[in-house]
């Protein structure tokens, strides 16, 4: 056991919350995790109440963005108590983006310890209803102020917590995706597979200019010859061509290694269902649409979930997948995940961190 030491609010502001329009990440609840990386090691774990934090104006991270971040999710499970799903692939995939940013890597038994322990301070604010939870969002920055351009000597880590709805506002209804040539947002040798947020930055004028014509998202190429599929940025994305479920690889570092893709793999594999992780030519894509061997295509991520894609817009050119509504593999997925994740469907994989709460 971590020695955390605990700061209660004075006061909640859960009053504030409008629980049946919830959307995605806009209520913050009372406390949050803090930790200090100072004179070459992490400690000073800690949970504070929420709220403002100084700052100096040279903080290297607003100047240089040493920034790194995860999302995950705490469920009530309808059997009682509550499961985080699968936090140890969150907090080993943050010390793999640490270490692509110059970031000490974080114990990853004591982010674990440290987020169990706020979510069962704050469990007030898990959400009940359906495909509601509660998202988790650490983050760790370089605290340093200074202007070189080097890495930071000290860093900060916080864990915040948020109640969330579904992540785009068409919910289970298919999204419109636009493919885009015009940017780009990682290129190999990069940052890709890093959850950092220049990838973020770099994805915000083409999804502003997807939305001005009517796309949640854009559907990002590789940057070399802008004809290999990579991700949504958000999300990753699977399709099913004919019989396989085909998805991007991550050999190439250009996508994030994304948890909710990891468990459709698992799923798919376990159900016998013929699965390819390799390169996809958006020209394949058209071809195989043209030729009715596009099934499905849907998006994968812990905010989005399964997101299922009912229009992808190439150049101009529409390819309305089954008939703009969701698929069948798409909703059984989706049914499948919620449904361990709240435990109406068995976890035989132990993907939950179950905590023995009474909410
Ligand atoms: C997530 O799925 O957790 C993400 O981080 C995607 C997005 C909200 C940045």
């Given at each position: 056991m971590t020695d955390i030491k605990v700061t209660k609010s004075q006061g909640s502001r859960i009053g504030n919350v409008d629980w049946n329009n919830?959307?995605?990440?806009v209520y913050f609840s009372d406390h949050i995790f803090v930790a200090d990386y100072i004179g070459g090691k992490w400690g000073d774990f800690r949970i504070e109440p929420y709220g403002q934090m100084p700052m100096e104006p040279s903080l290297c991270t607003l100047h240089y963005g040493q920034s790194i971040f995860e999302g995950l999710k705490a469920f009530p499970d309808q059997n009682g108590g509550v499961n985080i799903f699968r936090p140890m692939m969150n907090a080993k995939r943050l010390n793999h983006s640490a270490s692509r940013l110059c970031i000490p890597e974080f114990d990853e038994n004591i982010l674990i310890e440290g987020i169990e322990k706020l979510v069962e301070l704050d469990k007030q604010w898990i959400p009940k209803a359906e495909g509601c939870s509660l998202y988790i969002r650490p983050v760790v920055y370089g605290s340093g102020n200074f202007l070189g351009v080097h890495a930071s000597d000290t860093y900060r880590l916080i864990v915040m917590t948020s109640p969330v709805?579904?992540?785009?506002?068409?919910g289970l209804n298919p999204v419109k995706i636009l493919v885009t040539s015009?940017?780009?947002?990682v290129v190999r040798g990069g940052l890709g597979s890093a959850k950092t947020a220049a990838n973020y930055a770099a994805s915000l004028l083409g999804g502003m200019k997807a939305k001005e014509h009517g796309y949640a998202q854009v559907l990002w190429l590789d940057a070399i010859s802008r004809e290999y599929i990579d991700e949504v940025g958000a999300m990753n994305i699977m399709f099913v061509i004919d019989d396989t479920l085909v998805t991007p690889p991550l050999d190439q570092g250009t996508i994030l290694a994304g948890v909710t893709r990891d468990t459709v793999l698992a799923l798919a594999r376990e159900w016998g269902i013929k699965v390819a992780e390799r390169r996809i030519a958006i020209t394949e894509i058209i071809e195989a649409h043209r030729n009715g061997y596009l099934k499905e295509v849907f998006g994968t991520g812990t905010a989005a979930v399964i997101s299922p894609v009912g229009l992808l817009n190439y150049k101009d050119q529409d390819m309305i997948i089954n008939n703009g509504e969701i698929g069948e593999l798409s909703k059984k997925f989706y049914q499948t995940i919620t449904g361990i994740q709240t435990g109406k469907v068995e976890d035989n994989h132990k993907w939950n961190n179950h905590i023995n709460i009474e909410l």
């Open positions: 919830l959307r995605f990440g709805a579904s992540y785009y506002p068409e015009d940017y780009v947002r």
